[in-house]
């Protein structure tokens, strides 16, 4: 038979599974290679519920594989997956840091160079009061 090995009866369109196909597909989902949506369609299983009727019936039986990640391992690898975003995280955030850090530099050195070159102070002083310009009374623009 092809892909899917089954028995057509006549009358409705019901059809039979052999218990090697059944198994076929139950260690497919069980072992995570497939969901039971692709399984169903992969090999054309008509009804919703049918995948999940051979796994609650193969529960208990021997020859189906049920390979399931113990809890412990899922919280290791969310933990591993964790560590890894915090690292780049951290990596990028440095970069950005040293790049802040190179044009505050930068800045500095042109107000020196500034100050120097017009002899005035560009940076104020701690408790300078800010400049503002002089008020003319009774003038009014024309």
Do not use: C
């Not at 970069?95 to 802040?100: F, G, I, P, T, Y």
């Amino acid at each position: 038979m092809s892909k899917k090995q089954s028995v057509k009866l006549s009358g409705p369109q019901q059809l039979f599974y052999t218990e090697a196909f059944k198994k076929k597909i139950v260690n497919e989902v069980l072992s995570g290679k497939l969901s039971k949506r692709q399984a169903q369609l992969s090999y054309g299983i008509k009804g919703n519920a049918t995948i999940l009727y051979w796994i609650n019936e193969s529960r208990g039986l021997r020859g189906y594989e049920k390979r399931t990640t113990p809890l412990a391992d899922f919280a290791e690898m969310k933990k591993n997956i964790l560590d890894k975003k915090l690292e780049e995280e951290n990596k990028e955030l440095k970069e950005l840091l040293r790049v802040a850090k190179l044009r505050a530099d930068l800045w500095q050195y042109a107000i020196e160079i500034a100050e120097k070159k017009f002899n005035i102070d560009i940076v104020k002083k701690h408790g300078a009061q800010q400049s503002t310009p002089p008020k003319n009374k009774g003038q009014k623009k024309k």
